[in-house]
């Protein structure tokens, strides 16, 4: 290659792996997983061999998360063109395939009134502000346009060192109990299926086990939840003590954890048979592998989650002699 091309392409990949990830909503760890393992994309390096992406790229990987977000497998769209990608983010979100955070953008007010009593630390504010939302919205549109949102914005806001770890838990504390007063109507029967809910050891951001505890609780679900970082065995325990017909993790921090693996798989292990492990957040393409290999269900977004719970109610169809 020319000198003057080299120094071409050197000027348009500019931005380190730091702000790639944070901009992409991908762990450093991931990308570079995407990177060498599925060959998703090339960063330029510089004389030191440090990672420089263009806009293309940064673009491109953004697209390769929200596609695997929707279902699909990082090996099987990891070299698909950019342009196919956009197409099938846009199939995974119908009218529109941006961000979590601006496909919420139908609440703008209320979210950004919440992001901003999380800042304050004010619990009040941010009490009165998930009121007036669930009134205007009603339950699942509250869930959906703004707790799902919100709990995505803290992640970012952690993430890029805008808050601190006070303000997630601030967040989780005020959140919990909103939605523990909120899902008291919507209480299942005696005889409703019993979905038990957590986070894996390691795992120690609860909002998103929260968000899925208060929509199956809508949909009439007896919700157990257990809260987060648990052993698997403790989890496969309260199920079975419980009789729970499924159980339901959220992954969402880190995205690197080496011993998370062989503790999905003891979950799985532990579990009745019968059981329907149910997983989502924003860690779970990260760990989409392993997933697979145990046959758990992988979430991609609250819609889904509905309609997979749902599913699971129904009784199971006679087979014909």
């Known amino acids: 290659m020319e000198l003057s091309q080299y120094c071409l392409k050197m000027a348009n990949a500019h931005q380190a792996i730091k702000v790639v990830a944070r901009r992409t909503g991908l762990s450093a760890h991931v990308i570079r997983i995407w990177e060498k393992r599925y060959g998703a994309v090339e960063p330029e390096r510089t004389g030191t061999n440090r990672r420089l992406y263009s806009e293309e790229q940064i673009e491109r990987l953004s697209l390769l998360r929200e596609v695997t977000q929707g279902g699909h497998s990082i090996g099987h769209v990891a070299k698909l063109p950019t342009a196919k990608l956009k197409t099938l983010a846009a199939e995974a979100f119908p009218g529109d ?173 532990l579990l009745p048979s019968e059981v329907t492990l149910l997983v989502g957040g924003r860690a779970t393409p990260a760990y989409h592998d392993t997933l697979e290999k145990i046959g758990a269900t992988q979430v991609k977004d609250l819609t889904h989650l509905c309609s997979t719970l749902d599913e699971l109610r129904k009784p199971a169809k006679k087979t014909k002699r």
Do not use: M
């Open 97 to 269: 395939h941006a961000t979590a955070s601006v496909r919420a953008s139908a609440a703008p007010s209320f979210l950004d009134e919440c992001i901003d009593a999380v800042k304050s630390l004010d619990s009040r504010r941010l009490d009165d502000v998930l009121k007036r939302a669930e009134t205007a919205l009603g339950a699942l549109g509250l869930l959906q346009r703004v707790v799902a949102p919100l709990a995505q914005a803290v992640g970012d806001l952690w993430r890029a060192g805008t808050i601190t770890a006070a303000h997630e838990h601030f967040a989780s504390a005020v959140i919990r109990i909103f939605l523990g007063h909120a899902a008291k109507p919507f209480a299942g029967t005696d005889n409703a299926p019993v979905l038990v809910v957590a986070t894996p050891a390691g795992q120690i951001h609860e909002l998103g086990a929260l968000l899925v505890g208060a929509a199956a609780a809508n949909l009439g679900w007896h919700v157990t939840y257990l809260g987060a970082s648990l052993p698997a065995a403790e989890i496969a325990g309260a199920v079975r003590q419980n009789r729970a017909r499924v159980v339901a993790v959220s992954l969402v921090y880190p995205e690197d954890d080496s011993r998370l693996e062989a503790e999905l798989i003891r979950l799985r292990d």
